[in-house]
């Protein structure tokens, strides 16, 4: 019995070892700051921030801004996981902010502090 169950222990070790990876992902797929390529995450809380846990994110070029829900209404934070586009973020004061790729945005640390309402994302990687 005991000489039966470590066969059977050590073929399923071996199979387990022999499965191939399928779809592994390109090394600049991988999430930074919890935030998957290609999107603009916002992080609602500092305490999001901290666990790397985004309350919300947009992927899709827009030709307008995309109008906030709730969990990224007033964020702490964003971050802009792609590569090769920018986004535009919208304050509620009008202005608006531009996130380069692979750039952060910390709204409590320009003075006054900013509340982001839009998030409009551009094909052009660079902030003009």
Do not use: H
Request: charged share 20%.
């Amino acid at each position: 019995m005991r000489k039966n169950m470590i066969a059977l222990m050590a073929t399923t070790v071996m199979a387990a070892g022999a499965a191939p990876v399928v779809g592994a992902a390109p090394a600049y797929a991988e999430s930074r700051f919890g935030c998957d390529y290609p999107r603009i995450c916002f992080y609602l809380t500092s305490a999001d921030w901290l666990a790397r846990k985004p309350t919300s994110a947009f992927r899709d070029i827009t030709q307008d801004f995309q109008k906030l829900g709730p969990r990224a209404r007033g964020a702490y934070a964003a971050y802009n996981s792609r590569i090769d586009d920018s986004a535009w973020l919208e304050m509620s004061d009008g202005s608006q902010t531009c996130l380069a790729p692979a750039d952060t945005w910390f709204f409590d640390q320009v003075s006054p502090p900013q509340r982001v309402i839009g998030v409009q994302i551009t094909d052009q990687n660079e902030c003009f």
